[in-house]
DNA sequence: TAGGCCATCTGGTCCT
DNA sequence: AGGACCAGATGGCCTA
């Protein structure tokens, strides 16, 4: 905004948006922001009139600081300046919607990723790095065969973002952002207790499939989730441990090498009932609509809840201490 | 008050 | 020619 050269000053002046074409043309949600740019924004400028503009001209100096000797008067703005003017608002229009949808994309995105909460959004920035952060743990998760280390997780998820979004999820995991804290080269360091100490291990630590899979396809749940969705040809991928210091080959080139539906949601405008059930909200959920992997499933790290953890489908929340064991032990 | 984040405008480039 | 995409510039808002 007001980059236009100042041996420009029409360009700076732009007819009141939607004059050249209707409002009704414009998504509802453009409408507020066609109202504040006219108001905040384009007022000043579009003030300007013609006798302003000769006092500008009359003023302007030449290279020895003398005022300019008449010359050809500029062209007054014709039918085409107003043309590209017309233009230049539509292209406007265009990249404000363009805008739009990729913040509406964000947003979405910003649902599907652990942390979600309306009141605390997570920047774009984190967001994308969260959601990269996150997909690369499940992808290891899914390599892995087995039920995640849920440290692991977590320090995978928080890789690379910064101190704040790094407390955020520690907050919404209701750990203790100390135990994860970032050194100096952004890889996410556990400075308290072991993993193995830290986290309570799991019932019957050699199954490696998530409870609740008891389906044809997780028979004894023996059979590990690759199973269920990717091409080996991805499979040398997931050997990296590193979502960032190892670069994944398939960056930005490839999509994500499962089609997987459940996710971990870390609802974090769903207060977790702390004293209740000594577990906090992690769970392992489902996209609506759709029938994900996780069915059913539900990790429960903690049976005495030292490391209280609950994972259950988004839209089926296992309640009962028994239906949680019945779940695990099957 | 500085810094981070964001929305918007703008001109350039590429593609259809 | 016109639209999509991109990146730079700018100013507003918010928070530490």
């Known amino acids: 905004m007001l980059t236009l050269p100042f041996e420009e000053p029409h360009l700076m002046r732009e007819p009141r948006f939607g004059a050249s074409y209707s409002r009704e043309s414009l998504p509802e949600s453009l409408e507020k922001e066609h109202d504040r740019s006219n108001s905040d924004m384009r007022e000043a400028e579009e003030d300007m009139s013609d006798r302003e503009e000769e006092e500008e001209r009359e003023s302007e100096q030449d290279d020895n600081g003398l005022p300019k000797k008449r010359g050809p008067r500029k062209k007054k703005p014709g039918k085409e300046f107003e043309r590209t003017k017309v233009r230049r608002h539509e292209a406007n229009t265009r990249e404000r919607c363009r805008m739009h949808g990729l913040n509406d994309a964000l947003e979405s995105l910003r649902k599907v990723v652990p942390c979600y909460s309306k009141t605390q959004k997570l920047s774009k920035i984190e967001t994308l790095r969260l959601a990269k952060n996150y997909i690369w743990a499940l992808s290891e998760t899914l390599s892995a065969g087995k039920r995640p280390d849920l440290l692991a997780f977590v320090q995978t998820l ?41 986290v309570y291990p799991y019932p019957g630590s050699d199954v490696n499939t998530p409870p609740g899979h008891s389906g044809s396809s997780m028979d004894g749940g023996a059979k590990p989730f690759r199973h269920y969705s990717y091409s080996g040809a991805y499979e040398p991928y997931y050997e990296n441990p590193s979502p960032e210091g190892g670069s994944p080959p398939f960056d ?12 971990f949601s870390l609802k974090h405008d769903d207060p977790p009932d702390y004293g209740k059930g000594s577990h906090y909200g992690m769970r392992y959920c489902s996209a609506p609509g759709r029938t994900a992997l996780a069915h059913n499933s539900m990790y429960r790290v903690s049976p005495e809840g030292r490391f209280p953890y609950d994972l259950h489908v988004r839209s089926q929340s296992f309640q009962a201490q028994g239906e949680v064991n019945g779940s695990f032990h099957n």
Request: proline share 8%.
């Open 158 to 198: 928080c890789k690379g973002l910064s101190q704040p979004t790094t407390n955020l999820v520690a907050g919404c995991l209701q750990l203790n952002a100390r135990n994860f804290l970032t050194d100096h080269n952004g890889e996410v360091m556990f400075s308290g207790r072991s993993p193995y100490d830290a």
């Open 252 to 263: 930005g080139q490839m999509s994500p090498p499962m089609n997987f539906n459940g996710i």
